[in-house]
Nanobody, 124 residues
């Protein structure tokens, strides 16, 4: 079992930045790929970013590429999502997820464990 706890969400103006953190506990964090997903009100969950077990491979949704950066610190059992140049359309609940393999994925159904989510609101 893996427990995931997100933090760092909040209210920010358009053009601003936030850094989300996801702290993991339970099974060995360093062997799992991690992902960030988001869900806006009335919309389906969508992929944001993923990172493999070592941090050597990352992938991003087209809508955030160049603005968001996913990273991980296996010594701290934590994955991060740095979000720059935020737009109102980035407003959503952001979820951290762990995948029971060492390679990342953009498909949310392939993730085994999920955090409770953290709200990000970007005002115009």
């Amino acid at each position: 079992q893996v427990q995931l706890v997100e933090s760092g969400g909040g209210l920010v103006q358009a053009g601003g930045s936030l850094r989300l953190s996801c702290a993991a506990s339970g099974r060995t964090f360093s062997v799992f790929a991690m992902g960030w997903f988001r869900q806006a009100a009335g919309k389906e969950r969508e992929f944001v970013a993923t990172i493999n077990w070592s941090g050597s491979n990352t992938d991003y949704a087209a809508s955030v590429k160049g603005r968001f950066t996913i990273s991980r610190d296996n010594a701290k059992n934590t994955v991060y999502l740095r979000m720059n140049s935020l737009k109102p359309e980035d407003t959503a609940v952001y979820y951290c997820a762990a995948r029971g393999t060492n390679s990342g994925s953009s498909i949310w159904m392939t993730y085994n464990w999920w955090g409770q989510g953290t709200q990000v609101t970007v005002s115009s």
